[in-house]
Structure formats: structure tokens, C-alpha cells
């Protein structure tokens, strides 16, 4: 007789789940971004979160978190109930955290989530102030070989997007440079345009305005491609380095164990909305690229990037702040 019970109990599971994902959503979905307001991070989430309240009939909320290098933000969605109810934007400092915390991070990455979706890709760019003598990455880097730690990196602090970018730089073009970390991008940038730190990566979209003006000089963008925001700028791999390809990634995750069909019903959701007309427009004049994506290309991402960054991270000795 009990063994009849489990037996129907086990049949009837699947029946319940699907049963679950049909009838969800049936209240507000919390979507947490790891920081304050205003970043990368936010403007994804908040164009995601309209259009998703339209496809889901339910509203999505924006709860920004922010707080010890996206960490806080990120254990309150591995900390939540797997019921669809509270989801997260993650980012490039999902996938750097585990090099740089290792078991003091209170979460295992590839464990404690489910991936959705990859959502949007943003290039990076090396800036210098308009006043610098470099008008190539070759020139800056010969400087910064014959001078040995005296060029100085700006970076809104250790293990952000781009300090990560300016440690695979320095990596694949063999110097040292004088790392100055600061308490987010802001600072970084104030310090960049006045001159006191020599070289910076920023997001695209933060810096463009400043390269337009004249104020800073972009002297290319990570990975292979230019960027329509900056067309005349080169990318990385016309520069000769092709593995300097760091970039802000923003991708949606939920707590481990959520059901299938919640899954797949928010993966065909996000990649409608990331990639439909509007949103894509809007995500570009940002200078984002939308990407959208099924959960398995989230999980294989995950996996790659994962060991990528911790090989950059023990190379270079980076401890965080």
C-alpha cells in the first residue's frame, strides 16, 4: 500500500507542475538588480520588467539591492522560494565572484540558480584623457612596457567588469600598470577627465558622450567588433588583441529548482522581449546588444566564463576590496 502511494505520488508530479506553470504568474514577480539605481545592471532590468508585465500579465517590480560587490542582491535570490516570484539580473561579477571570494562566497554559483536567459551584451572601451599622448593602443602599451608601473588604471573597484577588463588587457599585452581602484564608476571617470589616472575601461554607453566631446579619447572596444555608438572607434582585435573581449553581460536568474515550465515560459518571454522591435532599439541607442537565449546557452556561458576568470584572477594576484 505505501509503495502504491509513492508510485502515485511520483506519477502525479509532472501533472502538478505543469498544472503550476499554467497557472503562473498569479501575483506581482520581484526582479532584483545586485546594485543602486542608475547602472548598466537597472536600465536593463527596468526595459525588461515593462515589457515582461505585458507578456506575463502580471507586474514585474525592479528591488535594487546593491551592496558588497553585487553579493547582497545575489544571495536574496538564491535565498528565495524556487516559485517564480523573485528572479534577478545578474552580471559580469556573477561569473568573477567565485575567483575572487572563493568559499566566503555565501552562494555556489552553478548550483544555488536557475538560468533563464542571456539578455544583453555591452562592449567596453579603453579611454584615456584627451590630454594623454596615446592615439593607439600600440602607443600606450610601448609606454607602459618601458615604464613599469608607473601608468596609472582607473577601475570602479576590484572585480568590476572593468577591472577585469583592464587585468586581461595588461595580461595579453605583457605590462604593469599602477592600479587605483575607486567606489564605482562615477569617481573613476571624474578622476579619468581631470587627469589624475592615465587609462580606464568604461561601458560604452557611460563614456560616449565624454569620447563626442572631446573630453576623452576611446582608443578601441573590447572584442572583434566595433560598436554603432563609436563606429570609428577600433575593436580590440583590429588592435592585435583579439582575447581582450571582456564585456558587461546581464543575464536573468532565478533561485535553484524552479519548475520547468516557469523556466521555459520566462526564457520564450525574455528572448521575445530582448530581441521585439522596440525594446531592441532602445537597448542599442544605449549601446547594449540584445542577445536573448534558451537557459541551456545561460548554463554554458556560466560554465566557460567561470574557470576563463579565474585563471585572469590568480595570474594577477586580485584580491577583492
Do not use: C
Amino acid at each position: 500500500m505505501i509503495l502504491r502511494r509513492m508510485l502515485l505520488a511520483a506519477a502525479l508530479l509532472p501533472a502538478a507542475g505543469r498544472a503550476f506553470a499554467q497557472a503562473w504568474p498569479a501575483r506581482p514577480i520581484r526582479l532584483v538588480v545586485p546594485y543602486p539605481p542608475g547602472g548598466a545592471s537597472d536600465i536593463t532590468a527596468r526595459l525588461l520588467a515593462q515589457e515582461l508585465t505585458a507578456a506575463l500579465g502580471q507586474s514585474v517590480v525592479v528591488e535594487n539591492r546593491g551592496g558588497a560587490a553585487s553579493i547582497t542582491g545575489t544571495q536574496a535570490v538564491a535565498a528565495a522560494p524556487a516559485d517564480g516570484y523573485t528572479l534577478g539580473v545578474v552580471d559580469t561579477a556573477f561569473v568573477v565572484n567565485p575567483a575572487l571570494f572563493g568559499s566566503r562566497l555565501p552562494y555556489d554559483t552553478q548550483r544555488d540558480f536557475t538560468p533563464v536567459s542571456l539578455l544583453v551584451r555591452a562592449p567596453l572601451a579603453l579611454v584615456v584623457p584627451a590630454s594623454a599622448p596615446w592615439r593607439d593602443v600600440a602607443a600606450l602599451v610601448a609606454e607602459a612596457r618601458a615604464k613599469p608601473d608607473q601608468v596609472s588604471f582607473g577601475s570602479a573597484g576590484n572585480g568590476t567588469a572593468v577591472h577585469m577588463a583592464g587585468e586581461q588587457f595588461r595580461q595579453a599585452a605583457g605590462f604593469a600598470y599602477l592600479h587605483v581602484p575607486y567606489r564605482g564608476g562615477g569617481p573613476m571617470i571624474t578622476d579619468l577627465l581631470a587627469g589624475r589616472v592615465q587609462m580606464a575601461f568604461g561601458t560604452v554607453p557611460a563614456i560616449a558622450e565624454h569620447v563626442r566631446a572631446g573630453r576623452l579619447r576611446a582608443l578601441a572596444v573590447t572584442g572583434r567588433a566595433r560598436t554603432d555608438l563609436l563606429p570609428e572607434v577600433p575593436s580590440m582585435a583590429e588592435a592585435g588583441l583579439p582575447q581582450v573581449d571582456a564585456a558587461l553581460i546581464n543575464a536573468l536568474v532565478g533561485p535553484a529548482g524552479l519548475q520547468d515550465g516557469v523556466v521555459d515560459r520566462l526564457a520564450m518571454a525574455s528572448r521575445a522581449v530582448i530581441t521585439g522591435a522596440a525594446i531592441r532599439l532602445r537597448l542599442s541607442e544605449l549601446g547594449f546588444e540584445p542577445v536573448g537565449s534558451t537557459p541551456q546557452e545561460v548554463r554554458d556561458a556560466f560554465a566557460a566564463e567561470i574557470p576563463r576568470w579565474e585563471a585572469i584572477v590568480r595570474q594577477g594576484g586580485i584580491t577583492p576590496d
